[in-house]
């Protein structure tokens, strides 16, 4: 009988080994603790130094259930810094809103 160098049968033992533990495996799925319909406000939007615009969209949340965006319309919208200079949004769709700010009032990390 011929004796193999190859670690040949110590492969299939190890993947045996692997595939087993991978196979019994278990990740509890989550279940949200969805209380009826409670409507909250989603106030969503960024500050990028560069970006010719900055925008911010209002909406109410919706179920999990649900993929529609509720957006609030007429809203009054604005950034206040810590030198308290004051940028306004305007409404340029319904529930999103835009504001043009220049980049030398973005100063990063002050």
């Not at 533990?21 to 319909?37: F, L, Q, R, S, T």
């Not at 406000?41 to 529609?68: F, R, Y």
């Not at 999103?96 to 002050?110: G, P, Q």
Request: proline residues 4%.
């Amino acid at each position: 009988m011929l004796k193999s160098h190859f670690p040949f049968n110590n492969y299939w033992i190890y993947l045996t080994i692997v595939l087993s533990i991978v196979a019994n495996a278990c990740i509890e799925p989550y279940e949200a603790d969805i209380n009826g319909d409670v409507e909250l406000i989603s106030i969503e939007g960024s500050i990028i130094k560069g970006n010719p615009a900055q925008h911010v969209s209002i909406s109410t949340t919706t179920s999990l259930l649900e993929k529609e965006f509720k957006p609030i319309r007429g809203c009054e919208v604005k950034v206040v810094d810590d030198l308290n200079n004051e940028f306004l949004f305007e409404e340029n769709t319904i529930g999103k809103y835009e504001s043009v700010i220049a980049d030398n009032n973005l100063v990063y990390n002050k």
